[in-house]
């Protein structure tokens, strides 16, 4: 997908992902979680989308620099955020404007499985970061690729197409797959150490509403798989 697919629907994304079950009682939860305390810590949001994980960050104390491919998005998130936000247009696949060792935390939200070729994107992360910094990655699932696709090879790099709907827009969003072992290998060859790895529950205060409905009381299902990334 370009910058103008996510342009043309990047109201209708937003207003759903602020409270949808996946995003908002699920992701984000979560990747606030894996991030702990902020308070002072400069962080970036790559792929900031319209900027709600930036916003919880910027309250919870950090300094928060973002950057989305859409021009619809950061717009939305600077009405977010306020005009003074450290927010700009830019793509993740292209090398990044900032210095190295310029963030203590790089937030990926959703962002990763984007790519097709991740591995030049990961080390610059990894240049903006300083020694012992942390990404912190969300991606989805990589079983999910086979129990929703039966047949298809779960060990190969692939791309798949998700349908989605929010509100009165429909869109398609291209995914790339990859195999748990082959996102580590490329994590390490980056640059990184990985710390945690994550699958976890939604979070407590969702609506019972949104909660799906599981076998035995369970609240975890394979949606998302998140990773704590430590910069060597």
Known sequence: MTHADYDAFAEAYSAENDSNLMNAHYER???LDLAGDVGGRRVLDAGCGSGPLSLELRDRGAVVTGFDVSAEMVGLARKRLG??????????????PYSDGAFDD?????SLHYLREWEGPLR???RVLRPGGRLLVSVDHPTA???LRPGTDYFTVA???AEVEFRESRAVLNVWHRPLYSMVRDFTRSGFRVADIDEPAVAED???HLRPEFRHG???FLGFLFFVLVAE
């Open 106 to 110: 790089v937030v990926a939200s959703l």
């Open 145 to 147: 690729h086979v129990l």
């Open 29 to 31: 939860p979560a990747m």
């Open 124 to 126: 610059e992360l990894r």
């Open 83 to 96: 005009d003074d936000a450290d927010l700009r247009v830019h793509d993740l696949a292209r090398p990044l």
């Open 206 to 208: 969702t609506p019972d």
């Open 159 to 161: 791309p798949w197409l």
């Open 218 to 220: 369970h609240t975890r």
